[in-house]
């Protein structure tokens, strides 16, 4: 039996995908879906019971599951603007504990998000070995959250049935419900249907031009391969892992590849960046993924360009935002 915590998310859904793309259905999926669409995520794919987050922490610790092999721990608040630290203290790092309390003793592997906000501003590098976990300085609430559970395993020698994934920009159908925090793909999409233009950061930074400031995008089913890999082929590795593309893009590409998608001629508008983001804008974030290379994972990860194009021509122009 397979666990899959924040199963109705982004990733999370599709890691559920992956496993029933591989003919895995004994899956127990946990979220909060509460009034939210986020129960449509789960619509298409096959499993064998679902448990809201605190049913499911109920029935552990009452020992009233049994048959849990794999933890694939997704679930968790990921916005980074959110500013009730002691929330997200409980919702993400005290929840990480239970679930790997209760995975330690019985010798189940748990494959969790770390996150890529563990970095900060990024210039000390993107380094996922432990050796300089203690260095790291997370820029808001959410990275710190993460950031904390990965040291309280390595506190504990981070024991080798535990692999943390350091995702960096995901994006792709099933987004829909994460508000401000969605892609600029699907905003970029509503805004060239409503306006025929996509606006954009003025960069704040003499190295880098507006539009110029550069991320690692990484195509959710790219995101999805690499999480059920750790979890059903690379189990001889631990530690934590960075999840991106390895390629650094700039936001100005990105627009482009939207535009081509949706046959339109690219138009940007450049926008002042708000006050309260300028001391904590990243301008530059890349995935170093020799570690994940590494391990044995070999896949071919999705360019840019073909990733926006299948997102826009097969969700968003169709009118279907779900997977």
Same mark, same amino acid.
């Given at each position: ?19 029933? !793309? ?16 986020? *129960?449509?995520?789960?619509? &298409? ?17 009452? %020992? ?21 630290? &002691?929330?997200?203290?409980? %919702? ?52 710190? +959250?993460?950031?904390? #559970?990965?040291? *309280?395993?390595? +506190? !504990? ?24 925090? !969605? &892609? ?16 954009? #950061?003025? +960069? ?33 590795? +631990?530690?934590? #892992? ?6 650094? !893009?700039? *936001? ?49 990860? &999705? ?21």
């Amino acid at each position: 039996m397979i666990v899959v915590t924040g199963a109705a998310g982004l990733i999370g859904s599709a890691v559920v995908r992956e496993f029933n !793309r591989r003919g895995v259905h004994n899956l127990i999926l946990v979220d909060h879906l509460g009034e939210s669409e986020k *129960w449509m995520n789960l619509r &298409s794919l096959q499993f064998q019971n679902y448990y809201e987050k605190g049913v499911f922490l109920s029935l552990l610790k009452n %020992n009233e599951i049994s048959g849990i092999q794999h933890i694939v721990h997704l679930g968790a608040d990921s916005s980074t603007t959110t500013r009730d630290a &002691s929330y997200l203290i409980e %919702n993400n790092y005290r929840y990480s504990i239970e679930l790997a309390e209760y995975a330690l003793p019985r010798g189940i592997r748990m494959v969790y998000a770390s996150s890529a906000a563990t970095y900060g501003d990024g210039n000390d590098g993107f380094d996922d070995s432990l050796d300089g976990l203690h260095l790291l300085r997370p820029l808001n609430a959410y990275g710190y +959250s993460k950031h904390l #559970f990965d040291q *309280w395993l390595q +506190s !504990r020698g981070f024991p080798e049935q535990f692999v943390g994934l350091k995702y960096f920009n995901v994006y792709g159908p099933n987004e829909y419900h994460k508000g401000e925090m !969605r &892609s600029l793909v699907l905003k970029a999409f509503y805004q060239i249907q409503a306006e025929g233009r996509i606006r954009l #950061f003025k +960069s704040y930074h003499p190295d880098y031009k507006d539009g110029e400031q550069m991320r690692d995008f990484l195509y959710v089913e790219d995101a999805a391969r690499m999480t059920v890999y750790f979890c059903m082929d690379g189990t001889g590795a +631990s530690g934590l #892992f960075n999840c991106g593309s390895g390629v650094a !893009r700039t *936001w100005n590409e990105l627009a482009a590849a939207i535009f081509k998608a949706m046959d339109k001629a690219p138009d940007i508008e450049y926008i002042d960046m708000p006050e309260s983001l300028k001391a904590k804008y990243q301008y530059y974030t890349c995935a170093p993924i020799d570690r994940l290379r590494s391990s044995g994972y070999s896949e071919t990860i &999705s360019s840019l360009e073909d990733a926006v194009a299948d997102y826009v021509t097969r969700y968003l122009l169709p009118g279907e935002l779900r997977a």
